[in-house]
């Protein structure tokens, strides 16, 4: 097992070390909220996106965020030194952040939390192989079980509440997929386990509405916004059904972790991939406006 470190509500140490209480309420109902960044070229990219996403969660389940962004920020910083000092580690970062109510008697009342927990975890950047970044993955659609509604959880938040999307992605990998396509009660298509998923059909890159019920992904908003448009790829949202997947002519992944990731199949469905298609266009348009980034913003680097 890679080596992951952690900072329990400021303490630094091996992630595999107990440090939360068995009352936690994180651990007992998922009472909790957090956010993923990842660094590009020893910088984290996107703070500011992922930061307002993590307080419109923490709104949605009246939990107020115990540490402001700059704190937040310098605590991050001496975890990934921590990180380096332990293995050597130089490279790019994954980096999450989790904030849960706390502790308290056993009781689903929220009143019973004491106060939040706060945990960072930082570990090397997980790399999809070359050979499945060139050949694309394989996607099947979960058929047993439906994304939440927004009127029961929300998935717009990113809560300790991950039920839904593990089971979804445990279907999909007993036929062998890579991931999932999951449907909601309308059996409109809404996007992966941790990731949005987008087509293109004709030239247009084309994506499920955030009202279909998904995460609003900071990778997706930021193509729609500017960099498909800097490649010179028209974009539209509009709802996508299962059988709608012939008529694509691409499919991909959108995710912090991985950016762009190309899908070569969904069940019966083939999609190109390749240097000539629009996902590596855009692949190469992220990688552009990710170095841009890391150049303007000298404070958010993590790494030595």
Not at 42 to 63: N, P
Request: charged share 20%.
């Amino acid at each position: 097992m890679n080596f992951v470190q952690a900072n329990t509500n400021g303490r630094l140490h091996a992630a595999h070390e107990p440090s939360l209480a068995p009352l936690s309420r994180g651990f007992l109902y998922g009472d909790a909220v957090y956010e993923v960044w990842r660094s590009y070229h020893g910088f984290l990219f996107a703070w500011e996106e992922h930061w307002r996403r993590l307080e419109a969660s923490a709104r949605g389940l009246h939990l107020a965020l115990p540490l402001a962004p700059a704190q937040v920020l310098a605590e991050i910083r001496r975890t990934a030194a921590a990180l380096r000092e332990a293995t050597g580690h130089a490279g790019d970062l994954y980096v999450r952040l989790q904030i849960s109510r706390g502790c308290g008697p056993i009781g689903l009342d929220v009143a019973l939390a004491d106060r939040p927990d706060t945990v960072i975890l930082v570990q090397p950047l997980a790399q999809l192989s070359p050979e499945k970044a060139a050949s694309g993955l394989a996607l099947s659609q979960a058929t047993t079980m439906r994304r939440n509604p927004a009127t029961a959880l929300d998935p717009a938040w990113k809560t300790g509440n991950y039920l839904n999307n593990l089971l979804c992605l445990r279907e999909a990998k007993t036929r062998g997929a890579d991931d999932v396509v999951i449907l909601n009660l309308a059996g409109e298509v809404t996007e992966a386990a941790t990731s949005n998923i987008a087509f293109v059909r004709g030239g247009v890159l084309v994506t499920p509405p955030l009202s279909a019920g998904i995460l609003s992904g900071i990778t997706r908003g930021l193509i729609l916004s500017a960099i498909a448009a800097s490649a010179g790829i028209p974009v539209r949202e509009e709802t996508v059904l299962p059988g709608d997947f012939a008529a694509m002519d691409e499919c991909m992944l959108l995710s912090t972790t991985r950016d762009v990731v190309p899908v070569a199949s969904i069940d019966g469905a083939r999609f190109a991939v390749g240097p000539g298609s629009v996902t590596a266009r855009l692949k190469a348009a992220f990688a552009s406006y990710a170095r841009a980034y890391a150049d303007r913003h000298p404070e958010l680097r993590v790494t030595a």
